[in-house]
């Protein structure tokens, strides 16, 4: 079982900055892989960035790629979302998944395990 527990939601204007950070707990995450999904008012959960855990391999939405970047700080268990550049389009619900994904499906692959997500609201 792992638990994720989500943080670093807020209110920002358009162009600013944010980042989520995702803490791991319960075992190891060995062959994990951790993502960032979002969900919109009236929309689909949609897939917004995904990293390994124990080799340097990420994905990245095409929405989002080159404004966020995501990491991992093995250490502490911990996988960060930073968000710059942000846009109103970008308001969501922001929650973090892992799952046993192979690098080359962590766009597509099944995460077994979620947060509770956490707001993050961009204003115009």
């Known amino acids: 079982q792992v638990h994720l527990v989500e943080s670093g939601g807020g209110l920002v204007q358009a162009g600013g900055s944010l980042r989520l950070s995702c803490a791991a707990s319960g075992r190891s995450l060995n062959n994990y892989a951790l993502a960032w999904y979002r969900q919109a008012p009236g929309k689909e959960r949609d897939f917004v960035a995904a990293i390994t855990w124990n080799v340097d391999t990420t994905a990245y939405a095409d929405s989002v790629k080159g404004r966020f970047t995501i990491s991992r700080d093995n250490a502490k268990n911990t996988v960060y979302l930073q968000m710059n550049s942000l846009q109103p389009e970008d308001t969501a619900v922001y929650y973090c998944?892992?799952?046993?994904?192979?690098?080359?499906?962590?766009?597509?692959?099944?995460?077994?395990?979620w947060g509770q997500g956490t707001q993050v609201t961009v204003s115009s």
């Open positions: 998944a892992a799952g046993v994904v192979a690098p080359y499906r962590l766009r597509v692959g099944l995460y077994d395990y």
